[in-house]
């Protein structure tokens, strides 16, 4: 006997609350978005290998290590797209968004990444993610960081968060400050892990990363940006604190939080938690002014974040699973017709409904009870002959023969709060 097919390793299955938490996420960020007046965009799936090449560097862990590559039948290179901005960007670029911008967009789905698969991090994953296209100034950034904490807040996780923020200055910044960091590092090589070693050759900005306890000390003696910031650098920074204080949104400080690109300008940002163990980020962003021209486009200033959607789901209050209002109970091949009709009609004013199938009446009642319904249409032969139906309320007893015509009124009114009246 084969084998029963599996699915792939870091991969999940999800209905029932598992399910139900993951909508929740997404029904509550498209409400916020769309408050905020982020539009939807979407694209696709995979791009050509170069697209993420590009932006996320060739020599990062995510393009050398963790993309699923393959070619095509005509022999391109291709890849499961592993982030959403180096797609927008390419989109925004190939099809000549500039006209529009200052753009708001927003959009989510599965991203792809090779690694090990451990609580709240799969290989096939699901973000959140809002970018500002076009517009430099720093109330963008405070745009985009009250729209990521007004979703933490309405899904009722805002508590067990903390906003950290940092800024990485503007190029001028970002050069002088490098370069006393890698000098720094430099001088104590040989006492840093082989990761950090590794990462002083290419990115010495992310050494101040690490989580290596051997390089704690290290980092803890390195020098600070804001010794380098130019006056410039210095204002935007002061600019977003004071755009983030008006708008209610508390924040800390962390000196360390960085990003290795160079295209990555002013604003880096990190909602992280404990109660996720060591994936305590659950939406990270920041301004990334150098990216859109660095793929080929026009210089074009961009502010945004992403946020996992598995780990929100792990974070928010189990959601109230859907109850259908009414249990449609038909018996006999007869009360089928009847039964789908009055299905139908309920539906098409709102009204949740559904209708078992197996059983005798008695069964059908039992699971009509179970589903959460607060009425339950009784359809058989009788009701059939006579041209009604009978409609009873589950949670008082009471119960009522109605002709099949004022039936949705009748329950229409009982749901809202009226009586059942014959």
Request: hydrophobic letters at 45%; proline letters at 4%.
């Amino acid at each position: 006997m084969s084998k029963a097919p599996q699915k792939p390793r870091g991969t999940q299955d999800m209905i029932g609350e598992a399910a139900a938490r993951f909508d929740h996420v997404i029904a509550t960020f498209n409400h916020v978005r769309q408050l905020y007046g982020f539009g939807r965009v979407e694209v696709p799936v995979f791009e050509s290998t170069a697209v993420f090449a590009r932006s996320l560097g060739e020599t990062t862990d995510v393009v050398s290590k963790e993309m699923y590559e393959f070619q095509d039948r005509g022999g391109d290179s291709m890849c499961l797209r592993p982030e959403f901005t180096a797609g927008i960007a390419r989109a925004y670029i190939e099809n000549g968004w500039q006209q529009f911008a200052p753009l708001k967009l927003a959009t989510w789905g599965p991203l792809f990444r090779y690694e090990r698969p451990q609580k709240g991090r799969f290989r096939q994953f699901h973000q959140l993610d809002a970018e500002i296209l076009g517009a430099g100034e720093p109330a963008s950034d405070v745009e985009v960081i009250a729209l990521g904490q007004q979703l933490l807040s309405e899904l009722g996780i805002a508590d067990q968060i903390v906003l950290t923020l940092n800024s990485m200055g503007d190029p001028e910044t970002r050069q002088a400050w490098s370069a006393a960091v890698a000098a720094h590092f430099a001088a104590h090589r040989g006492d840093l892990s082989e990761d950090s070693q590794r990462r002083l050759d290419a990115n010495p900005l992310r050494i101040l990363d690490s989580k290596n306890e051997g390089d704690q000390a290290l980092v803890a003696g390195a020098p600070q940006i804001d010794d380098f910031f130019t006056v410039d650098a210095g204002a935007f920074f002061e600019s977003l604190q004071k755009g983030l204080q008006a708008s209610g949104i508390a924040w800390t400080r962390n000196a360390r939080l960085v990003r290795g690109l160079d295209y990555y300008r002013h604003s880096v940002f990190e909602f992280v938690t404990e109660n996720l163990g060591a994936q305590g980020t659950v939406l990270g962003g920041g301004r990334y002014d150098g990216l859109i021209g660095h793929m080929g486009g026009p210089e074009t200033p961009a502010v945004g974040w992403a946020a996992g959607i598995e780990r929100l789901a792990m974070l928010v209050a189990e959601p109230a699973l859907p109850n259908v209002a009414v249990a449609v109970v038909a018996v006999g091949a007869e009360a089928e017709a009847p039964a789908l009709s009055l299905l139908g009609a309920l539906r098409r004013i709102g009204v949740a409904a559904e209708q078992g199938w197996r059983g005798n009446l008695k069964k059908k009642m039992e699971r009509a009870g179970k589903s959460g319904a607060r009425l339950a249409v009784l359809i058989g032969s009788d009701e059939v002959a006579a041209g009604t139906v009978t409609v009873r309320d589950l949670g008082s007893g009471e119960q009522v023969v109605l002709s099949q015509a004022e039936a949705v009124t009748a329950i229409r009114a009982r749901l809202a709060g009226g009586g059942l009246k014959g």
